[in-house]
Nanobody
Framework: QVQLVESAGGSVQIGGSLRLSCVAS????????MAWFRQPPGKAREGVAA????????YYSDPVAGRFTISQDNAKNTLNLQMNSLKLEDTAMYYC??????????????????WGQGTQVTVSS
């Protein structure tokens, strides 16, 4: 059974940092592409960052490029998201996602089969 379990998010002030982790189990990490998505209140789910199948190439949405870093720890089957210089607009529920590396845009939710339960990130002034 495939499971993705995100670490707890949290609350932070503008300009602060948070690190999210997602532990994957039940499948071989190397057969899947993984990503982070987020869903702000009242808005659609959006892609934040992703890795290609072997983790050698990373992708970022424009709003987070230069502030967020996606990485993986193969030994621990873990996907990480380091978030720096957080802004109010980064407030959202964050989700870890995994799926076969289909020929779809990395930021397309339909590219991913498995999803974590979500973790809340709140940025305040």
């Amino acid at each position: 059974q495939v499971q993705l379990v995100e670490s707890a998010g949290g609350s932070v002030q503008i300009g602060g940092s948070l690190r999210l982790s997602c532990v994957a189990s039940g499948y071989s990490r190397f057969n899947y592409c993984m990503a982070w998505f987020r869903q702000p209140p009242g808005k659609a789910r959006e892609g934040v960052a992703a890795l290609n199948f072997d983790g050698t190439v990373s992708y970022y949405s424009d709003p987070v490029a230069g502030r967020f870093t996606i990485s993986q720890d193969n030994a621990k089957n873990t996907l990480n998201l380091q978030m720096n210089s957080l802004k109010l607009e980064d407030t959202a529920m964050y989700y870890c996602a995994a799926g076969p590396c289909l020929a779809k845009a990395w930021y397309s939710p339909s590219r991913y089969t498995y999803w974590g339960q979500g973790t809340q990130v709140t940025v305040s002034s």
